[in-house]
């Protein structure tokens, strides 16, 4: 989709004949199928013929290194529109390039944003191992450090996340950042449900390249393609495990229904791609999008950049005729003048860093009830946060960033305390009440059989015993901290002693019944045997 875009730029930027005048901007393109040896190949054909090239263009990644760092010896300017990585900012390296692709590490602010946002000061990462990651999690740590925020793991993954996302679980990670393209993704999220990483607990901030290399995806990624990819999970599963993760995602078109540069709108530039894609045989209206579709807007403002470069260049007497391959003073003031280009595309405001990054605005959403709802933008550039107040929490809160430890002081009920020491009382007094009975009737025959001591020692024991009930029922709300100890000590002696003597009184009455029962039965027989044997010798 990026050729047509640029095509139509092309159309547009020669048709007005105040723009560049004397001059007619040409195209010479081919595919490079995001293969940097490929690119280079086409790179050196179109150097190497006729006519001779002012500036490259280029798409992705990996085909944008691969030219940048080979067009400063040619003294080329280059501008990609669909390059993300975050190497492609080092000026040592790539000293003239430009893009109007955000960085990926355009989210990293947005991120530390919704962090301080929401609270959140401990955070997570789970990255797939590729160049483009690694380098926006550098980014982010950097950003992390400054602004306080700890980062308690960073887990990397090459196709297989599942020690991963089971680290993560050990770690007790709450917030998390993901980076990984949507295949990884789909892998990703059905081990989160495995793992039971998903719900009013935690948060995932998720920066999915959906659009990269791979073409467009649906809102609906984490529901498609999961036999395809052999996903473990089904879709009301994945449905389940995706709910309420955010997003950052740079904006790539105009929000706004402002007359741009080109003199249209983003919506009559889309309409107007969108009929030029169906005559190319793209079911359009049935969402069917092709490859680089999202870019689009990248492409055409591309386009309109190198236009306005050469005008600036126009106005300042500078003379693009005597361009050569060997002329640095020219490349420099070309440099210079895309360097300072500022105006509104059909992708939103177009401005580049210092170091040749696109400065853009990014979009937050969030995923509620299986859909995508923005919840906001970030303006990088004037730190200026617009929030529409739409977040909806698993729970109705915002989840910490930790597992909360509180110290709660558990007390006993009072009502059950009041019931069972009133119960001990009403013991104690029936207790004390029998203690005077056997004393007061201890010299009748009946209680002297009983063993009266015996008795008096095991109600006391029992009183005892039902006294540390009071004991066992203090607590934090009774007694004070430094007090505890001398209560723990004496709940244990009252009812180590208590229990001695109740149970070792009735043991003695026990065995003392024992006794008795065991010698008279001896005594018995003894007798009898004395008299048989008596009447025996007496026959």
């Known amino acids: ?3 047509p875009a640029a095509s139509l730029a092309l159309e547009d930027v020669n048709k007005r004949k105040d723009l560049l005048p004397g001059f007619i901007l040409k195209l010479h393109w081919n595919d490079s199928e995001c293969e940097p040896g490929l690119g280079a190949s086409v790179m050196y054909n179109l150097l190497y013929n006729k006519p001779q090239k002012l500036m490259l263009l280029a798409g992705c990644s990996t085909v944008c290194t691969t030219v940048a760092e080979a067009a400063k010896m040619w003294n080329l300017v280059v501008l990609c529109y669909g390059a993300s990585s975050p190497a492609l900012s ?23 944003k919704l962090m301080e946002k929401f609270g959140w000061s401990r955070v997570a990462i789970l990255q797939q191992a590729e160049e483009v990651f690694i380098s926006t999690v550098e980014d ?33 990670a709450r917030i998390i950042v993901g980076l990984f393209y949507v295949v990884a993704a789909r892998r990703v999220l059905c081990e989160m449900y495995k793992q039971n990483i998903y719900g ?90 092709p490859e680089g579709y999202q870019e689009a807007p990248l492409a055409y403002d591309a386009v309109w950049a190198v236009a306005l470069d050469k005008l600036s260049l126009n106005k300042h007497g500078k003379s693009l005729k005597n361009f050569t391959y060997t002329n640095k ?39 509620t009830n299986g859909t995508y709802i923005k919840l906001g933008y970030y303006d990088t550039q004037n730190d200026n946060l617009t929030w529409l107040n739409k977040e909806k929490w698993s729970g109705g809160k915002v989840p910490q960033d930790r597992t909360i430890v509180r110290i709660v002081l558990r007390t006993v009920s009072l009502p059950l305390f009041i019931c069972m020491w009133t119960v001990s009382c009403i013991g104690i007094m029936a207790a004390i009440a029998l203690i005077v009975f056997n004393v007061w009737y201890r010299h009748r025959r009946v209680i ?4 009266p001591v015996c008795n008096t020692i095991m109600l006391t024991g029992i009183c005892i015993c039902l006294w540390s009930v009071f004991l066992l029922g203090l607590d934090g709300q009774f007694v004070n901290p430094h ?20 149970y070792g009184a009735m043991f003695s009455k026990v065995w003392r019944v024992h006794r008795l029962t065991t010698k008279a039965k001896s005594e018995v027989k003894i007798h009898f045997s004395s008299r048989k044997l008596v009447f025996v010798t007496l026959k």
Not at 155 to 170: C, E, G, I
Request: proline residues 2%.
């Open 1 to 3: 989709a990026c050729e």
């Open 90 to 112: 080092d000026r040592n390296r790539f000293p003239t390039l430009f893009r109007t692709h955000p960085s990926a590490t355009v989210h990293n602010p947005t991120r530390i």
């Open 140 to 172: 982010l740590e950097a950003r992390c450090k400054e602004s306080g925020i700890e980062i308690v793991t960073r887990q990397s993954f090459l196709s297989d996340p599942t020690d991963a996302v089971r680290n993560l679980r050990r770690q007790d």
């Open 200 to 289: 009013k607990s935690y948060v995932w901030l998720a920066f999915l390249i959906m659009f990269i290399l791979l073409g467009w995806y649906e809102d609906n990624w984490f529901e498609v393609n999961l036999e395809k990819e052999e996903i473990e999970c089904n879709r009301e599963q994945m449905r389940m495990a995706a709910e309420g993760h955010l997003t950052t995602e740079a904006l790539m078109w105009n929000q706004n229904n402002q007359t741009t540069i080109s003199g249209q709108t983003a919506e009559d530039f889309r309409l107007r791609l969108n009929e030029v894609l169906r005559q190319a045989g793209y079911d359009i209206d049935n969402m069917r999008y």
């Open 329 to 367: 003073e020219i490349a420099d003031d070309i440099y210079s003048a895309i360097n300072s280009t500022q105006f509104l595309g059909v992708s939103g405001y177009v401005a580049f860093s210092s170091q040749g990054d696109r400065i853009a605005l990014t979009q937050i959403e969030q995923m």
């Open 448 to 451: 002297q059989s009983s063993h």
């Open 483 to 502: 007090m505890y100890p001398a209560v723990c000590q004496a709940r244990a002696w009252l009812l180590t002693i208590g229990f001695t003597l109740a």
